[in-house]
Structure formats: C-alpha cells, structure tokens
C-alpha cells in the first residue's frame, strides 16, 4: 500500500463533513418538499361553496388580489394548532384567506369552523380529493401562497408554525 | 428517587470516563484504573436502569417518560421506549461503550500495560464525547413541572417486537467498532511486541455478528410492519448501517491475513478507523435530523453540530494519526491472485467499494442540496447498477476462497475439489428454475450464486477437517441463504393492488383470494379495522385465513396498517388492507414474495456463525495469555 493513498481518506472526510456542517448551519427543513407548480398558475377546479351557495370557479377566481390556499380537514389534528395563525392571515387587508376541506364531512366542518371561528373567505369542497391530486397536496394541512396574477409563489407541507407564519408574511410582503 | 438516582449516576459516569482518560495517560498501576473502569461500567448499568425503571413505572414527572410512553402502551414497549427515543438511546450507547471499555481492561495484564492503558484512554475518550453530548444536549433525565397525568404515547409503528430489540444489537455491533477503532489507535502508539491483531479480532467478531443481526432485525421490521411488502429500501438509514457493515466484513477477513500472514497490517488499521468513523457518521445522518426518516428523532441543530465536531475530532486525529504513526506497519509483500490471501485481498477491494458507492449514493443529494440548491433523490435504481455488478464477483469468489490455500495454489487440485459443488450447484438450480419457471439473468446469476456457495460449504462441513474454522463455514453458509432469499424475493416478487369490494376475489401467481368481509376489533390500546381474506390454492383448498389490520391508535392519533402474511419455506403471501369504505371497497394490496424466510434464516446462521468464531477466538485468547 502505497503512503500518500492516506490523502484520499482525509479528503474525502473533510468534504462530507463541510458538507454536513454547512447543511447544519443554513436554516432548511428535511420535510420541505418541493413543488413542481411553483411559479406556475394555479391549477383550474371548480367546486361547491361550504357556506355561500355558489360554485366556485378557479379561472375567475385568482387574479385580483394575494390569496393564501389552506388544504384543511377535521380529522387533522394538526390543523387545529395552525387554526390560530389561519385566523391571523385572515385579519391582514392584503390578502384572502381561502379554505379547500378535504376529504371530510359537511357536518362536522360547519361544527369545527362554529367552535374554533371561522378564518376563511370562502371553504370549497373537495370531498374525494381531486382539488388536491391537481395541487399536488402531499399530506393535510398544506398551504399555498398565490399572487394577484394567479401564480403560485410558495408552498408549505405541514402545519403553520411561528416561524412559517413569519416566512410567508415575508413572501407576501415582496410578492405586495 | 429514580430519575434523581440516574442523574446522578449520569454524572458519576462522566467523572469515572475522565478519570480513566487521564489515569491512563500516565500509565499508573493496575488498581486506578481497575477502579475507573468498573466505576465507570456500575454507574452506567445504575443510570441506564433507573431510566428503565421510570418508563416501567410511568413516572411522568421525567418529561422522557411524558413524551414517549402512556400507561395503557404493553410492558415490552414500556421497556424498549427507553431506547426508542433520541435521549434513552444515548443511554444506551453509553451503556454499550462502557461494556466494552471494561472487556477491553479485562485484557490487561504485565506483559501488555502500557498497550491497553493506551487503547483505554481512547476509549475513555470516546466514552466522555457520548456522555458530554447526553448531558449538554440531551438528557434523559430532565424533569416536568407539574406532573401530569399520562403521556403522550409512543409511536406506533416503533411498537414491534423485532423493533423492541433491533437497537440494542445494533448498537452492540456500531458501538462494538469503538473498542476496534481504541486498540488500533494503541496500535499506532505502540513499539512493542504486541499481538494486537488477536486482541482486535474478538472485538471486530462481536461487532460484526450484531450488526448482522441487529441489520437483519432492522429489515424485519420494515418487512412486518411498514406494510410496504419489501424488506430493505436503500434508505439512508439502512445505508448508515450497512456501510459500516461492508467495511467490517473487509476488516475481519484481512485480519485473517494479518493473523497468517503478518502482512497487511497497515490496512487493517485503516479499516478498523474508518468503520467507526462510518459508524458515528451514521449516527450523525441519524441523529442530526439532517434528512428525514423513521428514525430521526432529534431535530435540535445544536445536537447536529455537536456530534459532527466531535466526529471531526475523532477522525481528524485519527487520520493523521495514521498518516505520521503507520510506517512500521506497511510492508511489501505481494500476493498470488490464486491462494487464500489473494481472494481476500479481491474481497477487500470490492466490499470497500461497494462501501464507498453505497456512501456515494447516500450523501450524494446533500451534496447536490448544499452547492446547488437543488433536491434529488437517489432511489432504488442507482444502488441496484452500482451495488449488484460489484457484488457479484465477491460473491463467486467467496464460494471458492476458503478452499484454497495460503501461498500458491495448484490449480488442478483445486479443481478437483470444487468438482462435486459445481454438480450440486448446477442440479439444485434447474430444480429450482423447475419450481419458479421465471428467467431473468441476475435471477439466474443470484440462484447459481447462493447454491455455489450453499454447496462448497455444505461439503466443507461434513469434511471433518480441522483445517478450517467451523464458524467461518457457517456463517458463509447463511450468506449463501440469505443470498438465495434476496434473489427470489427481489427477483420474482409478484404485486397486485387493487380495489375490493367484501365477496370479490382475485388470482395471484397459482392462488385465488376472496375478500369475505371486515370486523371491527379492540386492541389494548388501538382501535382497528380488520379485513377477512380466504386464500385458495389452485385445487381450491383452503390454504390460510390471511386477517390484514388498519389499526387507530387514539393516544397518538396515529394510523398503522398491519400486514397479514402467511409464510413457508417456499413463499410469502402478504396482503395489506387500505384505505376505503363499505360502497366503494377498499385498497388491497397482495404481495408473492417467494423465499423470504430463508433471508431471516441466513441472518441467523450468520449470527450463529460468528457467535462461535467468537467463542473460538477467545479460547485462543486465553490460552496465549
């Protein structure tokens, strides 16, 4: 064996190690997935409206002002912990807050918005799921942020924490 | 009292590692650091219990104990929640290290002192990393003010009973490595006439056959309970397992060569450090939450960063160590291609490269993510055009290399040996394509391979020759079942998924399935909707009731589906019930796995196997002492 082959494991030690430490000290998360529609329009659906007697069509719907998309239900546990910063979104002018219930029972829905406060503009209906196949929806509670021209700008898998609350202000701030 | 007691003790153990560590540096008398060590062995054996203990009981004043347990969850996973969260595995892996701190100061005596205070040093070393890092960043024992009533339960698919003791045998064989990694360090330091390689080789024996096991049990697991009809996913975490396992293998045989031999030397001593630095690394993709996956429990950056500086301190000095302190060790001898020592040595160079291509396809995406920016994954496909064709020849090598013999070889002789194997091998393959009746070339490659090997052992062992070492020929004679088990649950699984309605039915392979209806049941502490399947065989007579479950755990609020599959020697059917409901039927998904159980049986040959080797070379131990 020859000496100098010592090198080779050095290098290659240190690299996997700068490697891990630069991936350490930049905020990421692991379980961000990302998703193929960003930067692009939203995907056309219509669906029944919860509350208001209407269907709602996506082609018509998008292109006045910021729109923050919830995918929500209420089998979800974790929903009910971001419901507090839903809420909050709803109370900003700049944007509508739309909710998509997904796979879930009409009742139960009406009775969850009725204890926990109704933050959205407007709940459609995804009752088997197909709104959120043409998102993309990884897994519920998932969040989308959308321009006034209709193009998807960001993407949240997961729940709302304090500091995705903080990151999609930003977005919706430089989107403004 | 326990979680005070095992604090405590806590502490106790970081004062024993350091004292050990600095006790041993000055090379003093037997009685100091006869009381280091079992000092440091008893409190890690007191705060690992009272850890237990408090799980056990359900103390949920220890915040450990709130977050992973609850009263209604079984006594056996009361007991392995302790390890089954990030804070009691530390535990353990401390535990594990003292052990094998106080076996390697069991080697001590007069004529080799100064040699084992050095490898106890460095283990000591070791040992006061892992408990610095328990306390500072992860302490099981932190307490919960105001003590509440129950826990918030334990994840349920880590409720299995393979999973219940797949980590400690696991660690038994990552941690197992550490004692390798102190007694090669040693090595380096010293210029005596030692016979290290014979203190190293019962150390790299124990680690390797747990690792097997303890990898096997892994697989298991995913096998029974992830409900994904597969066994092993090239997951990053199966890969921090597996590559230290590869280099071990490398390690153990050119040990051979060092033992016969006195050649290699230098080899063996990288090996031994790079195993258990890929062991740490592991531990670190592990533990760091640097990428997702069952098994990342911690998600705290300062924890990442701990272990990773402690691991380029670790492998920094051990290194350079080797690059200034390895010269004695090399030598220049070369090998005939065709002896014993040759077809080791080609050994060697495959399993570190199916190591380094295995490393290469697990960090490969966080290297593309940290310069580019970019995610990627590298899946199944990868490792199957890298890993197979280099694996290959290692494995046709193996079935021939413990037939031949140190030095040169006769050609001819040798030829004549392997004579009857190649008959058994070539009748039980058509037997076998006779069976399955399905052609694919790594099919065909796989089988003769497993019976090549299965074969040249088999008439080793009724050899009653003393020449070889029966451990040895065991444990290659469940790497040729596990190898046969590979293929045939790789190559001819077959995978049906559909949607069933109760009353229909379905044909896999020679088989008819009727789905006849779901029951709701009770479990202790899930809830669970269990499907009905009536398996035919193409006679149809009855051949299994298969009872798939989709379980709801309410504590947790956590779904799990339970496999249902019916085993023997030939094949696995192995149903798993989905998502649905009553009007539109459920998902099913049925899986024809053949030759599954022979995977299980190889990992426990192999573990049998080295077991002995063990016992063989510890014998030989004490007689040279």
Redesign the interface.
Known sequence: ?N?QL??I??VI?SL??L??????SIE?N??N??SNLLEKKVPNFESESLLKNYIFDSSKEFNDEITLVNFFATWC?PCKEEHVYIKRFAKEEKIRVIGINYKDSTKKTIKWLGDLGNPYSNVLLDKNGRIAIDWGVYGIPETFIVSSEGIIKYRHAGPITKKIYKKINKIIMEID | MAPFLGNFSLWLSLFFGTYQFFISKKNSKLKFINIAAKGLLISSLISFFSLLHCHIVSDFSVLNVFQNSHTTKPLLYKISGVWGNHEGSMLLWILVLTIFNYFIFKLYNEKNSSFISKALETQAFITVGFILFTILTSNPFERLFPIQDNGLGFNPILQDPALAIHPPLLYIGYVGFSAVFSISIATLYNSEKIPWHSYMKPFVLTAWTFLTIGIALGSVWAYYELGWGGWWFWDPVENASFMPWLLGTALLHSLIIVEKRKS?Q??VL?LSI?TF?LSV?GT?LVR?????SVH?FALD?SR??YI?AF??LL?GYS??L??SK??KY?DNSYFSFFSKEGSILINNILMVVVCATVLLGT?YP??I??FTNN?ISVGEPYYNSTVIPIILPAILIMGIGPILGWGKEDKFKTFQKIIPSIFLTIIMTIIIFFVYQTYTFIGIAGIILAFWIISNNLFLLFKKNKKYSIGMIISHLGIGLLILGITGSSVWQKEKITKMKMGENINIKTYNIIFEKINEIKGPNYLALQGNFLVLDNKKQVVVKLKPENRFYPIT?NFTTEASIHTNLFRDLYIVLGDGNPNEGWIVRIYYNPLVIWIWIGAVIIFLGGIIALRVNLKKLKISS
Do not use: C, D
């Not at chain 1, 490697?19 to 350490?24: A, G, I, K, P, R």
């Not at chain 2, 760091?288 to 997702?292: A, K, Q």
């Open positions: 064996m000496k010592i090198i494991p050095i030690f996997i190690l490697t891990f430490f630069y991936l350490l990421r692991p379980s997935i990302p546990k | 290699l230098a080899w990288l790079l630095l690394i670190f760091s939450g640097i990428l997702t990342t950056p990442g960063i990773l691991t380029a492998g290194l350079i080797f690059g390895s010269k090399f960090i966080l290297i993510e940290a995610k609020n």
